[in-house]
């Protein structure tokens, strides 16, 4: 297709140094002693990990790493797309798009294709192949953002829709997502039943909303979460689905203060123990980090929660499956999800938090590889 090019990485050299400057001339605020995280970012592992971004962390070898993925972007609804396409290497391969959510990347979606793509390189059964797409979100990372209000939830799923048929020419495809890219697949699945085949989620958004009338024991204890969660972690998603665009001015000119609001985020809500460089190095945080400031998408990327609350799905009704960590940030139960969705399969497990193909890429893989497995044919 002719809007369909391949795409490498390469931020200019001037990029590079301008990111150093401002590093360089970083003006900290002040702190209360010995507060640690109590307060939002350790002020301490934040110099810390600004020191190694300005002196050590070589983004060239990063963007290295990433060139070895096959990238492209392609023309959406005026909208250049970016994504990672690895092809299944099997009998037939059966097509996926995998979503990441926020503060994702596609970045954090990479160690999981080649299991996918080749299940026999790594222990499995070539005939649980997949085409692979890993798809970068409007406005994240090198996909372009949308100028006009409505790229929520729903406007991905139409978008994402027409790159896996209309421009890669797939009639029926499986999706993967976590996060945001949680909902954009349940949206796919309900506008497009026909041609997804089904839907592997993880990392759903802890709700409390039209609780039952006589809660189980389980689902009490579930909406007591929700709300300890709410009071303790949730301001950042009240100030971007409300007000997006005044935090955008801020962590668009620093990247202190970009690493500092993003990287809380990764040591909250993985499974790391209060360490966040037990699950992510130095260099794992920051190519995630230097995607963000490179292309100036931190406020676009924000910019999902304030539509995609103001954008109602529908509930789709085609197979569904959840692999659910006792590790993410709020525990949900079986009983509570089929309240508001279909759960054709439920997998718990007690490693990986919110970012499960980032964190245990195996896992996701191999309940993948089984979800789908009877599906391919169907």
């Not at 640690?36 to 002196?55: N, V």
């Not at 993880?202 to 006589?214: L, N």
């Not at 620093?254 to 992510?280: I, N, T």
């Not at 799905?313 to 279909?342: N, Q």
Request: proline residues 8%; neutral net charge.
């Amino acid at each position: 297709m002719d809007s369909l090019r391949p795409f490498r990485i390469h931020i200019p050299d001037q990029d590079l140094a301008d990111l150093g400057d401002r590093l360089r001339r970083t003006r900290w605020p002040d702190h209360v002693e010995a507060a640690g995280w109590d307060y939002g970012t350790d002020p301490g592992y934040l110099r810390e990990l600004a020191g190694y971004w300005a002196t050590t962390f070589d983004w060239r070898r990063a963007e290295r790493r990433l060139n070895s993925h096959p990238q492209f972007r392609a023309d959406v609804d005026g909208l250049r797309l970016h994504f990672v396409h690895r092809r299944g290497r099997g009998p037939a391969p059966l097509p996926v798009l995998v979503l990441h959510g926020w503060p994702g990347s596609f970045v954090q979606l990479l160690d999981i294709a080649p299991l996918l793509a080749d299940p026999a390189a790594h222990g499995g059964d070539p005939a649980d192949a997949f085409d692979v797409v890993l798809g970068s979100l409007p406005g994240f990372g090198f996909s372009d953002a949308a100028t006009r209000p409505g790229m929520g939830e729903v406007g991905m799923a139409h978008v994402f829709h027409r790159l896996m048929t209309e421009v890669l020419g797939h009639r029926r495809y499986a999706v993967r997502g976590s996060d945001f890219g949680a909902g954009i697949a349940e949206q796919m699945a309900a506008h497009y039943p026909e041609a997804v085949i089904g839907i592997h989620l993880s990392g759903v958004t802890p709700r409390g909303d039209d609780p039952p009338a006589r809660p189980s024991p389980a689902i009490s204890e579930y909406l007591r979460d929700v709300e300890r969660w709410r009071a303790a972690e949730a301001g950042y998603s009240r100030q971007q689905a409300t007000r997006p665009q005044t935090l955008a001015y801020a962590l668009n000119d620093s990247p202190v203060g970009l690493a500092g609001w993003l990287v809380e985020k990764f040591r909250r809500w993985s499974d790391c123990g209060g360490d966040v460089e037990r699950r992510f190095t130095k260099d794992d945080l920051l190519t995630t980090i230097s995607v963000y400031w490179f292309t100036a998408t931190i406020g676009s990327s924000m910019r999902m929660y304030y539509e995609s609350a103001r954008q109602p799905g529908r509930r789709p009704d085609v197979p569904a499956a959840y692999l659910m960590s006792s590790k993410d940030m709020v525990p949900t139960p079986r009983e509570w999800v089929e309240r508001h969705a279909r759960v054709d399969r439920w997998t718990g497990v007690d490693r990986g938090g919110h970012f499960p193909e980032w964190e245990e890429p195996q896992i996701v893989a191999d309940d993948m590889r089984t979800f789908f497995r009877s599906l391919r044919h169907g």
